[in-house]
């Protein structure tokens, strides 16, 4: 099959004008949800010539006549234009008003796309059409506040020769707003009104910026414990391709992907300790623990520490060691950068490490938008993973993602990628007597399945050695996980895969079917997966995204 060209208009003049004015181009991390998986396509903008490309999706686009012109040009000679919100230049032409104010809601979209979940959305626009006018209305959006009648999710629009397909949510937007909030934090987040989630304590945190329901977004277990069930921000992405990857197919093309992880794993977990009060006794039984069950982890430091004998069994027995970054008053910590590099420099002292790459904050302490990433490049630390819960009645996916993913900035510094993984976590020390217990730990392996992310998990070394139920949540976990096929990696096993990933090039396929590829890395067990017709489909096929695939793998040498 012939690969689609896929065009990305983003308007670059436009977009400096908007950062000028402090503006945010969110919009913009659609480049960040293909790149992930390497999906092929080229950006574009407004001068330039569209009429090679069999779609085009408009990232962010100018109202100027000339870009509203080229995009109705485009679609009337047969091109399919994809956008998620936004052409309000051209929406009066298309036969369009607009009748409702941007809220945030939940969308259908089970009658069209394989998603039974309504999805939380954080913005949307519906249209309503004001002439007679072509469109086929799919799926439906509804605030929270059910006051809209009739909105739909995705509008195809009949121009011409082609169509333009408009959905009424700002998914890429969406997406950013759930994964790292919707505004800096520097204040407390509401608490949950049942009293599980005291967020309103004066200290400032990730959560705190959550943009999930306390009602609306979370289920219980069987056993009374609350929790967030859906990774909405993967779902979204997912929305995102499997829309595209229709389209594509029914023009009689493909478009081929990198899969998340090698050809031999089928899922991966992670668990990662903070070594809060420093007891060497309780490292000792976390070590024991993990020798029997064969699993390696990430060891987030904090000062004092341990004595040196511990340090060197912890990287004997292959373990990573990490920073646990105090900016905890409480704890006599500081919100500085200074005080960042002052504490990387002694965990790399103390535990004789040369290079340490991984960072999670004691107390998923959090300030503003994008300095503790910035402190991380400026510092060497490749990875975070300080986006998580800190609380009983919040726990799960509280940012709508169990993927790895490098965040974005603020319009400050231009809506850039900080080139810093971050690896949230789902919950700590299960079976803690404040805290959940192990009844969340198949939903949250299954939510993990779901959309092919990261199972990580905390456990605090100290509380595995002086809570014998801890310490059997643990072991559970690793039994439970390991029997559905999960690998489980460090935090740095994790970043070294992902980066590695970032290097291969999709360039095609050969008219005999081979794939044309540029990767850099020479021993990764990349797949690649081709979409093909139902029709079209055999016994070597997988599913993602809804769509029937053909695995390739790319065996390196």
């Not at 996916?397 to 809506?415: R, S």
């Amino acid at each position: 099959m012939k690969v689609a060209k896929i065009g990305i208009l983003f308007d670059d003049k436009e977009a400096e004008l908007n950062w000028l004015e402090g503006q945010n181009i969110f919009g913009s991390y659609l480049f960040e949800i293909l790149d992930h998986l390497r999906l092929p396509y080229k950006k574009v903008k407004v001068m330039d010539e569209y009429d090679s490309f069999d779609v085009l999706i408009v990232s962010h686009s100018s109202d100027s006549e000339e870009a509203s012109t080229k995009i109705l040009a485009y679609a009337n000679a047969g091109g399919t234009v994809i956008s998620y919100g936004g052409l309000n230049a051209i929406q009066s032409k298309l036969g369009f008003s607009n009748m409702f104010v941007p809220q945030k809601g939940y969308a259908d979209l089970s009658a069209f796309l394989n998603h039974q979940t309504p999805l939380r959305f954080l913005c949307a626009e519906p249209w309503t059409q004001k002439n007679d006018v072509d469109v086929t209305e799919l799926g439906s959006v509804a605030d929270e506040a059910k006051t809209w009648q009739g909105a739909s999710a995705l509008q195809q629009i009949k121009y011409g020769s082609g169509t333009i397909e408009r959905w009424s949510i700002g998914i890429p937007q969406t997406i950013v707003g759930l994964q790292q909030g919707t505004k800096p934090v520097v204040e407390d987040g509401a608490p949950a009104p049942d009293g599980s989630a005291n967020l309103d304590e004066g200290i400032l945190k990730a959560e705190d910026g959550f943009e999930l329901d306390w009602v609306l977004d979370r289920a219980y277990t069987e056993t009374g414990m609350p929790y967030f069930p859906h990774p909405y921000a993967d779902l979204w992405k997912e929305v995102i391709m499997e829309h595209l990857l229709k389209i594509v197919l029914d023009k009689g093309l493909t478009l081929p992907f990198l899969d998340y992880w090698p050809a031999d794993v089928q899922h991966v977990a992670m668990i990662s300790h903070d070594s809060d009060l420093n007891v060497d006794e309780s490292a000792q039984i976390t070590l024991e623990t993990l020798k029997v069950e064969n699993v390696q982890t990430t060891w987030c430091m904090i000062a004092p520490g341990y004595s040196t004998s511990i340090y060197d069994q912890i990287k004997k027995d292959g373990h990573e060691i990490a920073l646990h970054y105090n900016a905890l008053e409480q704890d006599e910590g500081v919100w500085s950068e200074e005080a960042f590099q002052t504490q990387l420099a002694w965990v790399e002292k103390a535990t004789n490490t040369d290079h340490t790459i991984s960072n999670k904050n004691h107390y998923t302490r959090f300030e503003g938008w994008g300095e503790l990433y910035t402190w991380c490049e400026n510092n060497g630390i490749q990875v975070d993973q300080s986006r998580g819960p800190s609380k009983k009645g919040n726990i799960g996916f509280l940012f709508g993602t169990c993927h790895p993913y490098f965040p974005i900035a603020w319009a400050d510094e231009k809506n850039r990628l900080y080139d810093v993984l971050e690896i949230g976590f789902l919950t700590q020390d299960l079976n803690h007597n404040t805290l959940s217990d192990v009844s969340v730990i198949q939903p949250f392996l299954d939510g993990v399945k779901r959309v092919n992310g990261v199972a990580h998990f905390l456990f605090h070394q100290y509380h595995i050695y002086h809570q014998p139920k801890v310490r059997e949540a643990i072991v559970q976990l690793i039994t439970t996980a390991k029997g559905q096929g999960f690998t489980f990696w460090t935090s740095k096993q994790i970043n070294d895969w992902e980066r590695a990933r970032r290097r291969v090039t999709i360039d095609g396929i050969s008219y005999s079917g081979t794939i044309k590829l540029t990767a850099l890395d020479e021993e990764s067990d990349f797949v690649i997966l081709i979409p093909v017709a139902e029709n079209d489909a055999d016994d070597a096929i997988v599913k993602r995204f809804g769509i029937s695939c053909k695995e390739v793998k790319m065996k390196r040498s």
